[in-house]
């Protein structure tokens, strides 16, 4: 380096990767029917509406949050209900408290809105997996 100049470090901002939003909302919707699917036979209309109004809340909640890996935050949420569904075989209480589980940690929502939206039973669950 020449006497009198100096290096300077360019920085160039972080810009968000785009993402195929089309595409994502298909992928959403994917993974959500083939949770439905995966508890055809053990839900009844009412059920399916619980799921739903959880489903519809979460996204909502998430709709700006992503993985590590750039995937939407709402896949890793369906994932969980899928697992609580086909591999422990739990209702659909606590498919909605999976679909829930990380709002109160992760977003505006709080337990007391839960409990208001989804009741004492969904709210006690999703307090008790943000403490494991």
């Given amino acids: 380096m020449e006497k009198g100049t100096e290096k300077v470090a360019t920085v160039t901002p972080r810009t968000r990767p785009a993402y195929d ?6 992928e959403i ?4 029917r083939g949770l439905l699917r995966s508890i055809r036979g053990q839900r009844t209309p009412e059920e399916t509406r619980l799921i739903r109004k959880a ?3 979460a996204v909502e909640a998430h709709k700006e949050q992503r993985r590590k890996t750039g995937e939407p935050y709402i896949y890793h949420p369906i994932a969980v209900a899928r697992i609580c569904a086909e591999e422990i075989g739990l209702g659909a209480t606590s498919v909605a408290a999976a679909l829930l589980h990380d709002t109160v940690e992760d977003t505006d929502l709080t337990l007391e809105d839960v409990k208001d939206l989804f009741g004492p039973t969904v709210a006690t669950i999703i307090d008790g997996l943000t403490k494991i």
């Avoid at 919707?29 to 959500?32: D, G, N, V």
Wanted: aromatic content about 16%.
């Fill in 21 to 26: 939003v089309v595409a994502e909302k298909a």
């Fill in 29 to 32: 919707l994917r993974r959500y």
């Fill in 55 to 57: 489903f519809n809340i």
